[in-house]
């Protein structure tokens, strides 16, 4: 492989070994995933649990298959071939996760839709725009393109996955998982959250090899922090409108303390 930058050597040794980890580990089976007591489970609960454990659960479907979806440009965009290699395995997981939501909804809570004002993410909705951006400079200039990536791998897995999704397992673990409570939802999560592990390593090494490589992508990164925070915190610690009434979110979930704590957590994995 050709390598003609320096960090680069290392940043491609770093995709080998999470690409490797990938192929031995990645591969688990949505359609194997015991859901036979969830139902059961999820009758029991109180009424407004069972109402947030729903919502919760239909925020994370709307996001996998959104990320799923859109993350092709990703592939393309980032160097060949082992950083590649990486971003192509994380595009199956990210559909294995969709499936997993797509089968619990069927199997488990019954294909009830939600309004789209009630699943709005704004971190999420703005994804789309990121990865028309993407498109638009892979065959243009090498500057751009790489400033493309920079923002693109800061929305998609420092932001969206290493603060949103990562304080989202913890409340998921919280919620029901540590109760033994959803056995089938418990096993999903904890694997989309090994998969989700690999994908924010990863991405956090990608970034920091860009920070190292031109000061001004670190700069991009930190605005683009300060710009989001907001719309992070806009998706826990907030009321809920369903049919008419309105649950205030669990005591469990402390949705803005954790999203705060992977916050500062991504910011410092990246900057030291
Ligand atoms: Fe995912
Ligand atoms: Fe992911």
Redesign the pocket.
């Known amino acids: 492989m050709l390598v003609t930058e320096p960090g680069e050597a290392d940043l491609f040794a770093a995709a080998y070994r999470v690409w490797r980890q990938a192929v031995r580990c990645g591969t688990w089976d949505p359609a194997a995933v015991d859901l036979s007591r969830d139902r059961d489970d999820l009758r029991r609960l109180p009424e407004a649990m069972r109402v947030y454990v729903e919502r919760f659960c239909a925020t994370f479907r709307n996001?996998?298959e959104n990320?799923?979806r859109r993350f092709c440009p990703w592939v393309m965009a980032v160097p060949p071939i082992w950083p590649q290699a990486v971003f192509s395995a994380q595009l199956m997981?990210?559909f294995?996760?969709?499936d997993f939501f797509e089968r619990y909804f069927a199997e488990v809570f019954g294909n009830r839709s939600f309004e789209s004002g009630q699943m709005h993410n704004p971190i999420h909705d703005s994804l789309a725009a990121r990865e028309c951006r993407l498109f638009e400079v892979l065959n243009g200039d090498s500057e751009e393109r790489e400033l493309r990536l920079v923002e693109a791998v800061t929305h998609y897995h420092a932001l969206i996955?290493g603060v949103q999704?990562n304080a989202g397992y913890q409340i998921a673990h919280d919620l029901f998982a540590r109760k033994g409570l959803l056995p089938g939802l418990s096993e999903g999560f904890r694997r989309?959250r090994q998969?989700?592990g690999r994908?924010v390593g990863f991405g956090l090494r990608l970034l920091r090899f860009y920070i190292e490589k031109d000061r001004r992508y670190g700069l991009r990164i930190r605005e683009m922090f300060e710009e989001y925070w907001p719309l992070i915190r806009a998706r826990y610690g907030q009321p809920m409108e369903v049919n008419g009434r309105t649950y205030p979110p669990p005591e469990e979930e402390r949705g803005v303390e954790r999203l705060a704590f992977f916050y500062h957590r991504r910011l410092s994995g990246l900057f030291g």
Do not use: F, L, S, Y
């Open positions: 996001a996998e990320v799923a997981d990210e294995k996760h969709a996955e999704a989309i998969d989700e994908h």
